[in-house]
């Protein structure tokens, strides 16, 4: 038997006015999901344990089947299993946004969205100037980057730069011991940045620039048990970001990198979806994260969201759905969002969140039911760990 999850990260919302109090997910043309719900089951999950942030770390943990209250040791750490950074006991690891800060305002959290072509210089830049035996910069995708720093800082409160837009820097500044140091880090990446080539070729084009590094997210590394040993599986991940990446690497799952996945709504879908199928040709679980809803909402667009989220039912779920379909092989195909990104808010929210599970094959399915905010009048079923787990286990039942 086959297992599938399919995530579209931050697809959860809130009624807006201006789709007449629908969320985005209500109103998205996503046919696929509508009907993978009507021929199997969909709940509300509580993706985020209860006084855990509502990260995409703790969220798509959880969506693996992990419980993110006895793993969880911090977000940069999984990201730079996810690039194959190694880590030894002593190092602390932070992710590195490259971010804009214009007026000293937090004005976007991915510096336009810049590309992994246009930050890699900006980055080598960083560590030749800034690096130094024990502290070393490290390219990752688009406008997310890591610091691996040995006996560096740990004990701190630092924020993500996406959920302060718009707010003033100097009000989320890290706090903690040895705090000055990495603001002594922040404020070196301004002038080294500042006439940077790429940011003279971005002005020019009228698109943000890439001000400063923003430095959180910081932790020891992360072990977890494997997936083999807990499921009796092997399978695949696939992602454009290290985050989730990691979390596979972690569980020694097959970490794929698709040439052209950006982690935006021009994401290379159909490498994803051969990708997926690969997996599938020599193991038993394949697990596909899509970025992009998650960005639009961060970003504040609404329609863009709409997009992104008929993207993922039309370019991901519609082509895995009915590749199971046609193997004719029994499978369980899950789809689901690891938490909330109100284009209202532009942050990540802890409420409960929709999950479809099927079992198949089923034949032609033409009737469809509700996946959004709303299903079984808004009750929790149980924790996303907790039915994943229930989910990957009855597999050897069947």
């Known amino acids: 038997m086959k297992i599938v999850i399919l995530v579209g990260d931050g697809m959860g919302d ?9 969320t985005p997910l209500q109103v998205a043309a996503i046919p696929n999901i509508r009907r993978i719900s009507a021929a199997g ?34 977000r940069a750490p999984i990201e730079a299993a996810g690039a194959g950074i190694p880590m030894t006991a ?19 959290h991915s510096a336009g969205h810049i590309s992994t072509e246009e930050a890699r210089p900006m980055i080598e830049e960083l560590e030749r100037k800034l690096g130094r035996d024990g502290l070393h910069f490290f390219t990752g995708t688009g406008y997310r980057h890591l610091v691996i720093w040995a006996n560096g800082p740990c004990a701190l409160t630092t924020t993500p730069p996406h959920d302060v837009l718009d707010q003033p820097v100097s009000r ?20 080294l940045l500042a ?3 790429v940011n003279r070729r971005r002005r020019q084009a009228g698109k943000s620039e890439a001000t400063q590094i923003w430095l959180w997210g910081q932790g020891r590394r992360t072990a ?3 997936f083999r040993e807990l499921y009796g599986l092997s399978g695949g991940v696939i992602s454009a970001v290290d985050l989730v990446r990691g979390i596979g690497r972690l569980a020694g799952l097959e970490a794929v990198l698709v040439p052209g996945a950006t982690g935006f709504v021009d994401t290379n879908y159909a490498g994803k979806v051969e990708a997926t199928l690969k997996i599938l040709q020599q193991h038993d679980f394949a697990f596909v994260h899509v970025e992009a809803p998650d960005e639009c909402g961060h970003s504040g667009q609404r329609d863009m969201k709409i997009k992104a989220i008929e993207a993922f039912d039309r370019e991901i779920v519609g082509p895995v759905w009915r590749a199971l379909e046609t193997a004719g092989r029994p499978y369980r195909l899950l789809i689901c969002t690891d938490h909330r990104t109100p284009v209202a808010v532009r942050n990540h ?3 409960a969140v929709p999950l479809a599970v099927l079992n198949g094959p089923v034949g032609a ?32 039942n069947l």
Not at 91 to 106: G, K
Not at 172 to 191: I, W
Request: contains cysteine; negative net charge.
């Open 14 to 22: 809130y009624p807006l006015k201006e789709l007449r109090d629908k």
């Open 349 to 351: 929210t802890a409420e």
């Open 41 to 74: 089951t969909v709940h509300l999950v509580q993706s985020v344990p209860d006084g855990m942030f509502p990260g995409s770390d703790v969220a798509n943990l959880s969506l693996m089947g992990f419980d993110p209250r006895l793993c969880y040791t911090g």
């Open 365 to 396: 399915v033409t009737r469809e039911t509700a996946f959004d905010e709303f299903v079984d009048g808004g009750r929790v079923f149980k924790t996303a760990f907790e039915w994943i787990q229930e989910c990957i286990q009855r597999r050897r």
């Open 195 to 197: 006439d940077h080539p």
């Open 90 to 108: 002593a190092d602390v690891a932070f992710r590195c946004n490259l971010i804009t800060v214009q007026n000293e305002l937090i004005a976007d």
């Open 224 to 226: 977890l048990a494997g």
């Open 172 to 191: 989320h500044l890290p706090q903690g011991e040895r705090r000055e140091e990495l603001l002594r880090l922040m404020d070196a990446s301004r002038s």
